[in-house]
Antibody
Framework: QVPLVESGGGVVRPGTSLRLSCAAS????????MHWVRQAPGKGLEWVAI????????YYADSVKGRFTISRDNSKNTLYLQMDSLRVEDTAVYFC????????????????WGQGTRVSVSS | EIVLTQSPDFQSVTPKEKVTITCRAS??????LHWYQQKPDQSPKLLIK???QSLSGVPSRFSGSGSGTDFTLTINSLEAEDAATYYC?????????FGQGTKVEIK
């Protein structure tokens, strides 16, 4: 089994919405904070957002604040990224990643990564 | 926001050579600096955490050092399979940030 599997990517128009999912398995999902990280074509990694293990705390990069919403459903072992008002510059592969230590909000490495899901925003 | 600057951006290296990649933070981040390896069309892989902590399953030729603002990733005796882009990442404060990456090519 693969620990993290993203889905939901696709080709969309600017101004529209998309919801990404990240299904977790093998580990106790509800014990770990989770991250979204993206990578534009041919570019480096950009941290996007973090959510605490219980969903009570969230933080976003300035580039997505007010447009993207990170959430989780621990009963379904699934992380989400709701992306609204999409822009051309949001085109990227989106990775979900696990925070290294249990019950901590950030301050740690990202030890498990999904394979990524591709989002293309184009008119 | 803490800015991480890696150098060099690109390095072409002969097998068995030693590789040194540096990462400089715009302010002190203690030891909350981590290194990742990313090969083409793959997701990043954690190599070193907290500046110098090695990880199970990562070859011993990879090592890290530094604290505060200056950090180094060293690859001793480079192997062909080490061709990849390497990124540093800080988790000292939010938003977390990554360096721009260093591409290592095998001559």
């Amino acid at each position: 089994q693969v620990p993290l599997v993203e889905s939901g990517g696709g080709v969309v128009r600017p101004g529209t919405s998309l919801r990404l999912s990240c299904a977790a398995s093998i580990f106790t999902f509800s014990n770990y904070a989770m991250h979204w990280v993206r990578q534009a074509p041919g570019k480096g990694l950009e941290w996007v957002a973090i959510i605490s293990h219980d969903g009570s705390d969230k933080y976003y990069a300035d580039s997505v604040k007010g447009r993207f919403t990170i959430s989780r459903d621990n009963s379904k072992n699934t992380l989400y990224l709701q992306m609204d008002s999409l822009r051309v510059e949001d085109t990227a592969v989106y990775f979900c990643a696990r925070n290294d230590y249990q019950f901590r909000m950030g301050h740690d490495a990202l030890d498990i990564w999904g394979q990524g899901t591709r989002v293309s925003v184009s008119s | 926001e803490i800015v991480l600057t890696q150098s060099p951006d690109f390095q072409s290296v002969t097998p068995k050579e030693k590789v040194t990649i540096t990462c400089r933070a715009s302010q002190s981040i203690d030891n909350k600096l981590h290194w990742y390896q990313q090969k083409p069309d793959q997701s990043p892989k954690l190599l070193i955490k907290y500046a110098s902590q090695s990880l199970s399953g990562v070859p011993s030729r990879f090592s890290g050092s530094g604290s505060g603002t200056d950090f180094t990733l060293t690859i001793n005796s480079l192997e062909a399979e080490d061709a990849a882009t390497y990124y540093c990442h800080q988790s000292s404060s939010l938003p977390q940030t990554f360096g721009q990456g260093t591409k290592v090519e095998i001559k």
